[in-house]
């Protein structure tokens, strides 16, 4: 498979040469599905002493592709926090930017061009920690946040407290830690609005929302409990931010 993936991305970067740009969206869309799919059938550990094994493995394996001493770097960095129980802050890891052209990886944007080939900083592709989440328009943004508790509370209707405390088939969270975690988000994200709204220019820190969900201490002792939690904050983050003008968003 690898050199069907090799061939193809050669194939689109030749066709992009010859602005064929629709040509080559396809074969780069191909490739980046076979490798996710490819990557999805890996089993890797879900503890921390297996992340932190399986992380010493890829930067061994990612030094010896010369991918750059700036990313070994910043991987390293990484690698140190999740060992120390926090989280990476950016200053360490920056987003990497990587030339379309010829495949050079930085982890500054600070050149114009590429050292490597000449191609204009424009053109690179950077990788951010959030890639999932595309920024939406006020009016849909507003919507998705009015519509998500209802779609919630559909879901969970029937849920009784003791189902909603079982571990799943894969010993992954419980729906109690997994309602437990988007109660936690939303809270950060309700706390993250107030201060960019009532603060000039706010510190925002990294939270570990992910790790909270296990810890039991002071929780809602019912699931309907840590719902009403939920919607009460999303209720007070929608207060704030319905009323915004759209110059200030």
């Not at 894969?170 to 706390?191: E, N």
């Not at 840590?226 to 007070?236: G, K, L, Q, T, V």
Request: with cysteine.
């Amino acid at each position: 498979m690898l050199d069907t993936l090799i061939h193809s991305l050669a194939l689109a970067a030749q066709l992009e040469d010859e602005g064929q740009f629709n040509n080559a969206k396809l074969l780069r869309a191909a490739c980046d599905s076979l490798l996710t799919r490819a990557a999805r059938r890996h089993s890797l550990p879900v503890d921390k002493a297996g992340l932190l094994a399986e992380t010493d493995r890829a930067i061994k394996a990612l030094g010896a592709l010369e991918v750059g001493d700036d990313l070994l770097t910043a991987l390293r960095h990484a690698r140190t926090a999740m060992a120390e129980g926090h989280l990476a802050r950016f200053a360490e890891t920056p987003d990497p930017f990587v030339c379309r052209t010829c495949g050079h990886l930085s982890l500054s944007a600070a050149a114009n061009t590429c050292p490597i080939c000449g191609a204009k900083a424009a053109t690179f592709n950077r990788f951010r920690a959030i890639y999932w989440l595309e920024a939406l328009d006020p009016f849909a943004a507003l919507e998705h946040l009015r519509e998500t508790p209802g779609k919630l509370a559909d879901l969970l209707a029937d849920v009784s407290d003791a189902d909603a405390g079982q571990a799943s088939e894969d010993l992954g969270w419980s729906l109690r830690q997994a309602l437990t975690h988007l109660r936690d988000a939303q809270g950060v994200l309700d706390q993250r609005v107030d201060r960019i709204l009532d603060y000039e220019d706010p510190v925002l820190e990294s939270k570990a929302v992910f790790e909270w969900a296990r810890n039991e201490a002071g929780q809602p002792p019912t699931l309907s409990g840590i719902f009403e939690s939920y919607r009460a904050s999303r209720a007070h983050t929608l207060a704030r931010l319905e009323h915004l003008p759209l110059a200030n968003w």
